[in-house]
């Protein structure tokens, strides 16, 4: 088996430059890294890449925990990411905690025990996880929080900016003319603490309104408890003349379930949602969405992490926001347009 001396020596380059290339190839000249690169291919040299990451007390692996892997919006981020590490020269471990606290936990242990040299964490609901995820950076582990971060939380995050963005939508719904407005799942403090549903009161005042009680449910963030819950809302003897879904998937129940009853949209009720999912676009009428600049977000947060790796600066804390845009399609209207 070729070794990284073989390789050095094919591409006429010192063993600690191969290495580089390996390890750091963003140090090195593009021709010197092609060269590297050319005899690496051509001697077929895998490097071990477990032993290199025991001898430097961590691999060059990311490990990226999602909430939901089969939602678009975490699908384009897992390749957003993937892609930045392997410009970068890193590998990239993926779990997926279904929103489950206990479940992020086992897979931060096995992240953990791959001693991967930094983690991006969709925080998941329920009974936080912070005291681990601080013995993890105390190890050497750089952590990042994207989408959602815990109350609290001392480590960097990428965000979107939820309240710019509810803000937004509430005036927008406003400014058409609605005063029945209703999300699709109120605030809960432990079951779904999410910045969206946390602002929508604020916003809600600030156009000199407050959420009706007879609308506000606690439900998780997915497509089949939209579904329950707008069928619920649709029903009441003064529904709501618009909704408001925080996800994607939310949506998807949510137009389903107003398919099912019959009703037009935007003639009899408004639906304006968050992630710009391809089929919003494809559906009659196409809904009107608020855009996640999902690639930026995703970019950010391994440029964020692998510059306090490679520098060392593991206690540097980074808070970034990205806004996000309205998109106005047809499937908002003044009400009993």
């Known amino acids: ?7 050095a020596k094919r591409a006429g380059v010192a063993p600690t430059t191969a290495k580089r290339a390996i390890n750091e190839p963003h140090l090195l000249a593009p021709a010197t890294l092609e060269r590297v690169r050319k005899a690496i291919e051509e001697l077929g040299y895998e490097p071990d890449q477990v032993a290199g990451g025991l001898r430097r007390g961590r691999t060059r692996t990311l490990g990226l925990m999602v909430g939901n892997i089969i939602e678009p919006f975490f699908a384009s981020l897992t390749r957003s990411v993937a892609r930045e590490a392997r410009a970068r020269g890193y590998a990239l471990m993926v779990a997926d905690s ?16 791959q001693r991967v040299s930094g983690l991006i964490i969709r925080s998941a609901f329920g009974s936080p996880n912070l005291d681990y995820l601080k013995q993890m950076q105390a190890r050497g582990t750089y952590i990042l929080e994207i989408d959602h971060f815990y109350p609290d939380s001392p480590f960097s995050y990428v965000m979107l900016d939820g309240r710019q963005c509810v803000f937004e939508g509430v005036r927008y719904l406003y400014e058409l003319g609605h005063r029945r407005i209703a999300t699709l799942g109120d605030y809960h403090p432990v079951l779904t603490p999410d910045e969206r549903s946390r602002v929508f009161p604020e916003a809600m005042q600030a ?11 606690v439900i998780e963030r997915s497509e089949e408890a939209a579904y329950q819950l707008t069928l619920e809302l649709m029903r009441l003897p003064e529904p709501p003349t618009a909704l408001f879904s925080l996800t994607g998937s939310e949506a998807a129940g949510a137009f389903r379930a107003l398919r099912e009853l019959g009703l037009r949209i935007p003639q009899d009720v408004s639906l304006l949602t968050f992630d710009n999912y391809s089929w ?6 196409p809904l009107d969405v608020i855009e996640q600049p999902v690639e930026e977000m995703g970019r ?6 692998l510059d306090a790796v490679e520098h060392q600066t593991l206690d540097k804390v980074v808070r ?10 047809g499937s908002c209207a003044p009400p009993g347009g």
């Open 320 to 329: 970034r926001r990205f806004p996000g845009r309205l998109i106005r399609r």
């Open 207 to 217: 156009v000199g309104l407050s959420p009706n009680p007879a609308y506000q449910r």
């Open 280 to 285: 919003t676009s494809l559906v009659t009428p």
């Open 98 to 113: 279904e929103y489950d606290s206990s479940l992020e936990l086992q897979n931060l242990r096995l992240f953990r025990g």
């Open 1 to 7: 088996m070729p070794s990284i001396l073989d390789v």
């Open 300 to 305: 950010a947060a391994v440029e964020i992490v």
